[in-house]
């Protein structure tokens, strides 16, 4: 009932607050006051399955609503239907696929690139290449030039055109900085982004690639990881640092909250929204 009270200091016109401590209280509810009450909680965007509980957890303490307030009711729900197909539409349109080639590198590579020890991943680090001339193909032919010397590698590289998966995702890859037996190398997924080329666009496979990673591992955006959060290197740079940024706007937040819109729909089932299941809910 406290989550619900929320309601009642956020509402600035006193008349809803008197209509949802009527509600909380049992009262019995006018359409009118049905009315102030809705308006308050939904702005015209679309109804989600959270503000869709807390409309149902207000109305089912109030008494019997009257023939008018029921009318209301079912109009309401025929709309708020409707922007539920148009934000599923919306939220599918964002979504396009990147290219992906699984182009995996030896065992037999030099300098323990690919160690071959099993992971089960629990997070996906993000990181740049730092370098402003190389694609994904010139980053997966890094990891087995004969001039590299160095243990460092990662599981996938994204760039303006496409992702190419370098060690498969099941095993370690050393990326964090955070030693053999850190969690950042030990229980994360590395995902590189070129800094070459168009950079809307390889944010915009990067940021789809990621929501992808996240739906099929049934992650939220709280898995993700900054090379920075393992070892406080400034990594990814283009999201950290202003003077690598295209845009200012291209932020470590800015990308997470992209992320966060495609990798989970802004809208629950239709089922939510018939009449028959939201009395049955609200009622005694």
């Known amino acids: 009932m406290a989550k619900n ?4 200091a956020l509402a ?42 807390e409309l149902q957890e207000i109305l089912r303490t109030a008494k019997t609503l009257n023939r008018y307030a029921d009318l209301f009711i ?40 690919r160690p071959g020890r099993g992971m089960t991943p629990r997070y996906l680090t993000i990181h740049s ?15 087995t030039n004969s001039e590299n010397n160095r243990t460092a590698s990662y599981h996938i590289v ?30 994360s997924i590395a995902l590189e982004i070129c800094e070459s080329g168009n950079r809307t666009k390889t944010l915009k496979n ?6 992808k990673i996240l739906r099929d591992h049934k992650w939220d955006v709280s898995k993700l990881r900054r090379h920075y959060d393992w070892s406080r290197k400034i990594c990814p740079r283009i999201l950290i640092a202003s003077q690598h940024r295209e ?5 470590w937040d800015w990308f997470k909250k992209e992320v966060s ?14 009449y028959d299941y939201f009395i049955s809910r609200t009622t005694r």
């Open 129 to 143: 290449t730092a370098n402003k001339n190389s694609t994904a193909k010139n980053e997966r032919a890094w990891l």
């Open 261 to 274: 819109e495609l990798s989970h729909p802004p809208i629950v089932s239709p089922t939510l929204f018939s």
């Open 158 to 187: 994204v760039d303006q055109k496409e992702a190419i998966e370098c060690i498969p995702l099941n095993e370690i890859a050393w990326h964090a900085g955070d030693g053999r037996g850190g969690t950042g190398n030990t229980e």
């Open 74 to 113: 079912r109009s309401f729900l025929a709309n708020r239907y409707h922007d539920y197909l148009r934000m599923k539409t919306q939220h599918r349109s964002k979504i396009h696929i990147v290219p992906y080639t699984k182009d995996h590198i030896p065992k037999t590579v030099p300098n323990d690139r």
């Open 5 to 8: 009270y929320r309601f009642v």
């Open 12 to 53: 600035r016109d006193l008349s809803v607050k008197r209509a949802l401590i009527k509600a909380l209280r049992g009262g019995r509810l006018s359409y009118q006051e049905v009315k102030m009450i809705v308006a308050s909680i939904f702005d015209g965007n679309g109804i989600t399955y959270w503000e869709f509980n």
């Open 247 to 251: 845009r200012q706007t291209q932020t």
């Open 206 to 211: 990067a940021i789809s690639l990621t929501a």
